[in-house]
């Protein structure tokens, strides 16, 4: 339970922290503003013509009678949209991380600077197109392990009673392990560490992470709010990190914002 409200804490640090440096929160909302336009895009494109897609891909059905064609293709269009908005947001971080690496590779290693005692960051060396690989490549990887599980969640939900409780709340802590991986990873790939010794480094302290996105998967499902919530979630995740590590300086963030990038 201590863990838990520590993961919590350090997603609220990360939000005070963007709150008192303006400008990286202003840059820090971009990459979220690009991806919402291209999903909502996306996702509209679903809703109209989603039903032409399972049209197309059910020839088989198009002799049956009413109203068995019409509840049939019916039933696999809001399948498909629903599989396209858990996908959107199982992804929405990656892909908005993944866009914005340059914006939020500096805004992690301010907070680095901020609460490292020798007001230092760790640097990766690698060229940015080869971070930027490493991060695609990455994310990818997180991406489908995300899409097995939310097809695996989305088939038990068809099970009565169960998966009307007890596979919602499984969805949101998965959802909440994966996205708290893709945010540390901005901080952690600094540090050279690898995906697979990041998974196992989440995995000992489950109880952290799940404190730590669970509620930010939850808020993430409220329009717009995960746009706003990202700068400072990137920041909390960046405290998460070091702590996970065992750094010093983990649990603090400063009282007052750098003269050159305070909020007006």
Not at 31 to 48: C, E, M, N, S
């Amino acid at each position: 339970m201590r863990d838990l409200g520590a993961g919590f804490g350090h997603l609220l640090k990360g939000q005070r922290w963007v709150a008192q440096h303006g400008r990286s929160y202003g840059f820090g909302l971009l990459p979220g503003l690009i991806t919402l336009v291209l999903y909502a895009a996306a996702l509209v494109a679903l809703a109209l013509w989603g039903e032409d897609l399972v049209a197309w891909a059910t020839p088989f059905a198009d002799g049956w009678p009413s109203p068995w064609l019409g509840l049939f293709r019916g039933l696999l269009t809001a399948v498909l949209f629903a599989l396209g908005l858990l996908l959107a947001v199982l992804t929405f971080t990656a892909v908005t991380l993944l866009i914005g690496q340059p914006f939020y590779e500096d805004l992690s290693e301010r907070v680095d600077r901020d609460v490292s005692p020798d007001g230092t960051a760790p640097r990766s060396g690698l060229p940015l197109w080869r971070e930027l690989w490493v991060s695609g490549r990455d994310s990818l990887r997180i991406v489908l392990r995300a899409a097995v599980w939310g097809v695996l969640l989305f088939a038990c939900g068809f099970i009565p009673v169960v998966g009307q409780t007890v596979v919602p709340v499984i969805g949101f802590f998965v959802t909440g392990f994966f996205l708290t991986e893709e945010l540390t990873a901005v901080a952690l790939q600094r540090r050279g560490v690898e995906l697979r010794d990041r998974l196992a480094l989440l995995r000992s302290r489950k109880t952290l992470v799940w404190g730590f996105g669970t509620p930010l998967g939850l808020a993430f499902l409220v329009p717009f709010v995960a746009v706003f919530l990202m700068p400072g979630a990137v920041a909390g995740a960046t405290l998460l990190a070091r702590e996970l590590l065992g750094e010093d300086g983990a649990g603090d963030t400063a009282d007052e914002p750098e003269g050159e990038d305070a909020k007006p």
